[in-house]
């Protein structure tokens, strides 16, 4: 199975949980918390699931770092299940696709905004607003600045791009022309 299939179908497993109790929410913020600490601390991360370890050891070391959390069961009881099936390599695409089932349910969209130059906070505020109203969804923002853009802004929210770039409006115009 690919991981991404593997990602997909633990996090709609974890997550259609947390919608019966109510705890997606607190859920999806502890497997992030959980798969940033593993990807700042790669030698934690590569020790819980590399299988050349015996996994009473692996076992071990993951039940010492959730005791110091302040995870629900919840959460422990499925990142134990990952070690067990050998999944818990997974846990960076696992979180990811959670944090997507995450934004749907909560009608949130995220945005990336491209832009020549860094936005002012008035134009970036405006920028959002008219995006919540073209959606009909609150949306969530990263800006990224590309000096091959000219000038304008493009904009990616999911499948949709819209490019108000100067790049993009320049070879418009050699087409037509």
Known sequence: MSSS??????????FSLGQEDGSYSQYGKELKEFADFCRENSDFGNAIANPVFAADDRKKVLEYVLLKSQFSIMTKNFLNLLLEKNRIGA?????????????EASNISGAEIITAKPLKDEALRKIIESLE??????????????DNLIGGVLVRIGDL???????????GLKESL
């Open 5 to 14: 299939r593997l990602a997909k179908r633990y996090a709609k497993a974890l």
């Open 91 to 103: 846990i960076g695409a696992i979180s990811d696709f959670y944090s997507k089932l995450t934004d």
């Open 133 to 146: 109203k073209l959606t009909s969804k609150k949306i969530r923002a990263s800006v990224k600045e590309d």
């Open 161 to 171: 791009v819209l490019d108000g770039s100067v790049k993009a409006q320049l070879e």
